[in-house]
């Protein structure tokens, strides 16, 4: 009898764990699929955690995109900060609409920021190394 129950236990999670998981496989292969699909389409939208593009952003702090990498800074802060202190929550905003907007900031900047590396990089291409010599 004993060895009847111990089966049908082995037997179940057997089961339960085969399905669960054949069911994380199905996930990991369409996530890597979506990853796929993004990087071909030049899309950075897993870029910074948030899911937000560049795009997104924009529109949520109502700016211009950067063009050539470039954009005007203190426009997006000043709007960042008007939007953030309108959506206080302890004055009846939504947390929810904080953390997008701090997002849309924070998308903007590692933009910005990544094209200023780029630029630096293929100034540096262009120039040539040249290393940093210090003398005792």
């Known amino acids: 009898m004993a060895h009847r129950i111990i089966t049908q ?3 179940t999670g057997g089961r339960v764990f085969g399905k669960a998981f054949a069911e994380a496989y199905k996930q990991a292969q369409a996530s890597s699929q979506y ?7 030049g899309s950075t ?5 948030s899911g937000l593009t560049l795009d997104e952003a924009c529109k949520i702090l109502n700016v211009k ?6 954009t005007d800074m203190p426009v997006v802060m000043d709007r960042f900060k008007k939007l953030f202190d309108q959506n206080e929550p302890k004055k009846g905003g939504s ?12 998308r903007i900047e590692a933009e910005v920021r990544d094209a200023e590396r780029k630029a630096a990089f293929e100034k540096e291409i262009r120039e040539g190394w ?3 010599m210090y003398r005792d």
């Open 9 to 11: 236990i082995v037997l």
């Open 35 to 41: 990853a796929k699909s993004a990087a071909q389409n």
């Open 45 to 49: 939208a897993t870029y910074s955690s």
């Open 65 to 70: 995109p950067p063009m050539g990498g470039k």
């Open 95 to 106: 947390f929810y609409l904080q953390s997008k907007i701090l997002r849309a900031r924070e």
């Open 130 to 132: 040249k290393p940093k």
